[in-house]
């Protein structure tokens, strides 16, 4: 079969940012040897603190044409809330050395920390847009309350002194109604600065949308590599193991990746699609996953007609701004009777 085509890469899921150069030019060696590596777009996720020049020139060597920038906030409070490491003097000087090799440059925003105002927030936008990225992702702090698989490779005092900063955060968070303003303040902010909202938490310059992510949102095929990463091949989704040494004990057994037999493609698509401006086409989406499914499917989103989640072209259905803020109440009526579907990546 040869080796497969890579159209896009992404390295992300902890700080690749940390490899040293050497470290950088065999990971590019390795992928140069399994696969057709000739990406379209190819990103790295970076903690502004751990760039240096060095580092910048071997990601460009690899192939490198997107720095995917974890800035997070622009407020050492905020960082300090977040528990970040970096400070905001650290995020200009990584944006000039990213444009100095010819990347894009997508920048990580948190909302919703712990004693943020919405004051706040806007200075953050301000800042942040004017650094001229091409591209920008504002998240809301979610903080799980439930241990994830990884955590059993986390460094320090583990999960219990996490659990107990995630409790307090909590505590101070805005809520539901705090989250919201915060959501629109980012919406009109960023859509006057010309920036496209292109998916619920995502906004791009013309042309500059991630087309790794694309991928994703559009149900597509990938393949992931490493501990806990996530693939979608065939149909079929599947993990690598989250811990550590269980990932490097599966390799050494040469053992199948694990499949979710919960997933389930048709749901899987019709959320996914949603979460972007373009919507879901029920005509293609009849085509791809069958009539009888996507009758299912309209009925569903029907019978949200009148509450000002949707707004439908044809055949064509898009989440509104309320819907945006209101997605859960929108995906949950496209999942099965007996719910037994996990979510998508």
């Not at 303003?181 to 791009?204: K, P, Q, S, V």
Request: proline share 6%.
């Amino acid at each position: 079969m040869g080796k497969p085509r890579v159209a896009t890469l992404f390295f992300g899921g902890g700080t690749p940012s940390l490899l040293e150069p050497i470290e950088v030019a065999r990971l590019g060696a390795a992928l140069r040897d399994s696969f057709d590596l000739r990406p379209f777009e190819a990103s790295v996720e970076a903690n502004p603190a751990t760039l240096d020049r060095a580092r910048i020139e071997a990601w460009a060597a690899l192939g490198i044409t997107r720095l995917s920038l974890g800035a997070q906030s622009f407020s050492p409070v905020g960082l300090r809330a977040l528990g970040r490491t970096h400070q905001p003097e650290d995020v200009p000087p990584a944006v000039a050395a990213a444009r100095s090799v010819g990347f894009d440059v997508n920048l990580d925003l948190i909302f919703g920390w712990p004693g943020q105002t919405a004051a706040g927030w806007r200075e953050d936008l301000e800042t942040a847009v004017a650094l001229g990225p091409d591209h920008l992702s504002c998240y809301p702090l979610e903080l799980a309350l439930e241990p994830e698989e990884a955590v059993a490779n986390w460094p320090g005092a583990g999960w219990r002194s996490v659990a107990r900063w995630r409790r307090r955060s909590a505590a101070g968070q805005p809520d539901d109604d705090g989250i919201a303003t915060l959501y629109e303040l980012a919406e009109a902010f960023l859509g006057r600065n010309g920036y496209r909202h292109y998916e619920i938490a995502n906004w791009a310059r013309a042309g500059k949308r991630c087309r790794h992510n694309l991928g994703y949102w559009r149900n597509g095929e990938w393949l992931g590599v490493g501990a806990g990463a996530h693939s979608h091949l065939a149909g079929v989704r599947s993990r690598n193991p989250g811990v550590l040494p269980a990932y490097i004990a599966a390799i050494d057994r040469d053992d199948q990746r694990i499949v979710d037999a919960a997933a389930d493609a048709a749901v899987d698509g019709a959320m996914l699609a949603l979460r972007l401006d373009e919507g879901l086409d029920l005509g293609r989406y009849g085509t791809r996953f069958g009539l009888d499914t996507a009758s299912r499917v309209r009925n569903a989103l029907r019978s949200l007609d009148g509450t000002r989640l949707l707004r439908w072209s044809g055949e064509r259905v898009r989440l509104t701004a309320r819907g945006r803020l209101l997605a859960s109440e929108v995906f949950v009526r496209l999942l099965p009777d007996d719910g037994n579907v996990s979510a998508p990546v």
